[in-house]
């Protein structure tokens, strides 16, 4: 294909005055590149394990937590933090699209509203599942 | 209808009737994947993780063996169309051609993998 790399292009991110609109939506993007790369491969590390045995999964529970503690290690724990977030706000932000394809929420208050109450539950559902797991110990 | 170039070609052939077919499955996946992740998380939340017989007992279920596969297969042919779109993007010419064929060769091979692992554990693992 015939593409001309000098041609221009829309300084779209540089001149906009930011909002929770374009937050969201490049959050979305951003959420669900991490949730396919990081929780997909995750995904098949945690079930591959499992499949080759006791042994195999208990290297993996190893790694993933602390002798001396029994609870996740610091780096696991932020990544499956992180990505619980992720997960949660690509959720919620999917939904939101999910309605906004039915050509509701355009006006510009409700819109806002909208982008700004996927990060409140976003937000809230993950405090609410780390709060569930740290309560029973691990 | 011409032969020589590729407008010429395809000029009055119609469309491909494929037009909404990659936005529809988005968001048929997209449903899915809310069904089959909020029960997965919630199932998860109510094991505990690090005991292996416990998981390998609730994954010996058929009920959790399927839901778990069909999971698998709706995310990750959720996350192949998401990443697509990404991908046509950002990248051009060359490189995007290699990152659609890395993508496709992720999406495929890694639900192969899951969906393996997930049967061996279905077919082989409860012996309690």
């Known amino acids: 294909m015939a593409r001309n790399p000098a041609r221009p292009l829309s300084p779209h991110l540089t001149i906009w005055r930011w909002g929770p609109h374009m937050l969201v939506s490049i959050l979305h993007r951003a959420t669900g590149t991490a949730l396919a790369l990081g929780g997909g491969i995750l995904f098949i590390w945690w079930l591959t394990a499992l499949a080759g045995g006791e042994a195999s999964y208990a290297r993996f529970i190893d790694l993933m937590t602390s002798d001396a503690t029994g609870r996740l290690n610091l780096i696991p724990g932020l990544v499956l933090f992180g990505l619980t977030w992720s997960f949660f706000q690509h959720m919620s932000t999917g939904i939101r699209h999910l309605l906004l394809d039915t050509g509701a929420g355009y006006e510009l208050k409700i819109n806002k509203m909208g982008a700004v109450a996927t990060l409140v539950v976003s937000t809230t559902l993950t405090v609410l599942v780390w709060g569930a797991i740290l309560m029973r110990g691990h | ?128």
Do not use: C
């Not at chain 2, 416990?54 to 998401?82: D, K, N």
């Open chain 2, 1 to 128: 209808m011409g032969t020589g170039t590729g407008i010429g070609r395809v000029r009055g052939l119609g469309s491909a009737k494929h037009g909404s077919q990659h936005w529809w499955r988005q968001r048929l996946t997209a449903g899915s994947n809310l069904l089959l992740l909020v029960w997965l998380i919630v199932s998860l939340l109510r094991l505990p993780l690090y005991d292996y017989r416990a998981l390998m007992l609730w994954l010996s279920s058929p009920f959790t063996s399927v839901a778990l596969i069909l999971a698998t297969i709706s995310v990750f042919y959720h996350l192949r169309l998401g990443l697509q779109v990404v991908i046509e993007d950002y990248q051009h010419d060359f490189s995007r051609v290699v990152a659609i064929v890395a993508l496709n060769f992720y999406a495929i091979g890694g639900a192969a993998l899951a969906i393996f692992a997930i049967l061996k554990i279905a077919f082989t693992g409860a012996a309690a």
